[in-house]
């Protein structure tokens, strides 16, 4: 598997395993293969693969804050190259797992991102990134 193939992969799991999350998972032997590639691969993902890697996390409800922590620490060296997508992506996904502390740097970089590029963004990327800055109360 290249970096792209484990974000894909990783990406179709919340449509399989439905409100069950990472319950569904956790037992299947290959669950943890997956999730070995996916802390291998964060450091070279592009912002696209980023974001829809902390977007499955939430989807999935898999709190691990190592792994949230790498993605908040190459998000942010990153952030001049994400799209409104992967701003409302990485907003939402950070709302929902509950990080605000953990990732105070983040959401300062991603508020004036988002500031900078909504013009270009669409109705739904404003919406995410609008709902979750709101929803943690910044």
Do not use: Y
Not at 5 to 20: D, E, S, T, Y
Not at 30 to 50: D, F, H, K, T
Not at 109 to 137: H, N, P, Q, Y
């Amino acid at each position: 598997f290249d970096a792209g193939n484990v974000v894909i992969a990783l990406a179709a799991l919340p449509k399989l395993c439905g409100q069950r999350g990472l319950d569904a998972l956790c037992r299947h032997p290959g669950w943890l293969e997956l999730e070995e590639r996916v802390r291998a691969c964060v450091q070279r993902l592009e912002p696209r693969g980023l974001s829809m890697v902390l977007h499955s996390m939430a989807r999935l409800h898999w709190h691990d804050w190592p792994l949230i922590s790498s993605i908040i620490v190459v998000a942010e060296k990153r952030i001049a190259d994400f799209g409104t997508t992967d701003i409302a992506k990485v907003s939402w996904a950070l709302a929902k797992l509950g990080v605000v502390d953990g990732a105070r740097g983040l959401w300062a970089v991603l508020s004036k991102e988002g500031a900078r590029k909504c013009s270009s963004g669409s109705f739904i990327d404003i919406s995410m990134t609008a709902w979750a800055f709101t929803s943690v109360g910044l």
